[in-house]
């Protein structure tokens, strides 16, 4: 295979910290690529007044391979005061250069694994008939679509009179015709055809390569018809190449009561932009939170790889650094198997579960410490020093 190029985008607070650490473990497994560094996020716009250099896009064209950290936001008003003062007044707005990204790039297949490493003291327990206690094993991916439905930015408080009129087209406004329309917010949840099947097919896929017997459909069919019944529809038909795969769908609603019940009878889930963040969030939960959440976003032309937290800015300026590196770490095995590295990627899977369950490194949050400098002395790992067990461990 001919070398990759992988774009670092470390960007702000903590995502500095992770981001060489995920490296390091790339490089321990073996795994020989080149890296282009490429700015992004606040630090970027307080200085030249982008979040999203040109040179950053140029290089995603370009590599089409990414590794992100975290990018700080804030809000507007403070935006525009942190800008240096020849680039105040000039109308220069932040944005989220991860959302950015994903328009940019229409990397509308998100990826988001939620596995349990047997051992952490963060994973979700039951108690079971006996009133003993349960560690069921998760192993989840949701795939969520990443550009459309709720997310897709159509919205409108007071929308425009063309608006309300295609609107009072349908019978069911009838209830709304003497709301003025000064009085309504509007949010519209578009889905796509192709965008659904292109969801469809990468969940089916997936769990065809990665032997996962079954691909659940989350979303609320019997109730939003249109849209959640474009996806269950087009997972029908994408299940059809797959016929050794099962299709199950379920409702959102009622999944979120069996997540915690019995989180173990899911594998893969396919579901639409909001139910699909709500969910991996939930199961995220379930097998230690944002120190073990990764996530890909993933498009025809580009796809980039991030631990889902964020740039933890109170956790950035500790001399020696706390947090946990394992997302960022999952996230760089997400590029491999991304890459077809399925056997490196392996490697680090089985490298983390290793020192999760031999329980002598443990960052912080995995004791459940408030983080601070003293952590260090109450028995925590630094950054770093999980990194080296991960890398010990390979
Ligand atoms: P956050 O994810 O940065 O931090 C929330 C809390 O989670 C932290 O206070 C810390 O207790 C814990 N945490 C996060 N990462 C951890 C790690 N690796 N190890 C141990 N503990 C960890 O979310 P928050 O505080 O809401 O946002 C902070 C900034 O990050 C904001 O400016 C926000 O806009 C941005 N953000 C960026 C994202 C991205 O770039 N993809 C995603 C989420 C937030
Ligand atoms: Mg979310």
């Not at 550009?147 to 408080?157: K, P, R």
């Not at 009085?183 to 192709?194: E, G, H, K, V, Y």
């Not at 089916?204 to 529809?233: Q, W």
């Amino acid at each position: 295979m001919a070398r990759l190029t992988v774009v670092c985008m470390p960007g702000d607070g903590i995502g500095p910290i992770v981001l060489p650490e995920a490296l390091r473990v790339l490089d321990a497994v073996g795994f020989e690529a080149d890296y282009v560094q490429a700015e992004v996020g606040w630090e970027c716009w307080r200085t030249r007044g982008e979040p999203l250099p040109a040179r950053t896009l140029e290089l995603l064209e370009t590599w089409r391979l990414g590794l992100f950290g975290a990018a700080t936001s804030k809000p507007m008003d403070q935006a525009e005061s942190e800008l240096p003062p020849e680039l105040q007044g000039r109308g220069l707005t932040y944005y989220s250069p991860s959302v950015a990204i994903r328009q940019a790039f229409d990397l509308d297949v998100a990826i988001r694994p939620c596995r349990s490493f047997p051992g952490n003291p963060l994973n979700f327990i039951r108690r079971a008939a006996d009133g003993s206690v349960e560690e069921p094993r998760v192993d989840v991916v949701v795939f969520r679509q990443n550009t459309e439905g709720l997310y897709s930015g159509v919205e409108w408080t007071h929308p425009p009179p063309q608006v309300r009129a295609a609107l009072d087209t349908h019978r069911r406004m009838v209830r709304f015709r003497y709301i003025p329309s000064e009085d309504m917010a509007l949010s519209c949840r578009i889905f796509t055809r192709p965008a659904c099947l292109r969801i469809a097919e990468a969940a089916f896929r997936y769990a065809d390569e990665h032997g996962y017997p079954s691909v659940t459909c989350c979303e609320k069919p019997n109730i939003v018809r249109e849209t959640s019944g474009m996806l269950l529809a087009a997972c029908r038909e994408v299940q059809r190449a797959f016929p050794h795969v099962d299709l199950w769908a379920t409702n959102i609603d009622t999944m979120t009561m069996w997540l915690t019940k019995n989180p173990e009878d899911y594998g893969v889930i396919v579901s639409g932009n909001v139910f699909g963040d709500i969910l991996s969030d939930a199961f995220a939960g379930l097998v230690g939170g944002l120190g073990f959440a990764p996530s890909a976003s993933i498009g025809a032309r580009c796809a980039i790889f991030e631990p889902t937290h964020g740039s933890a800015p109170k956790y950035a300026g500790y001399e020696v650094p706390i947090v946990n590196p394992v997302a960022m770490i999952l996230a760089g095995a997400m590029l491999l198997d991304h890459v077809g590295e399925r056997e490196r990627a392996r490697r680090i899977h089985r490298a983390v579960a290793r020192v999760v369950a031999d329980a002598r490194v443990r960052t912080c949050d995995m004791l459940r410490l408030r983080a601070s400098p003293e952590v260090l002395g109450q028995g925590a790992a630094s950054t770093r020093e999980m990194t080296d067990a991960v890398i010990q461990a390979l």
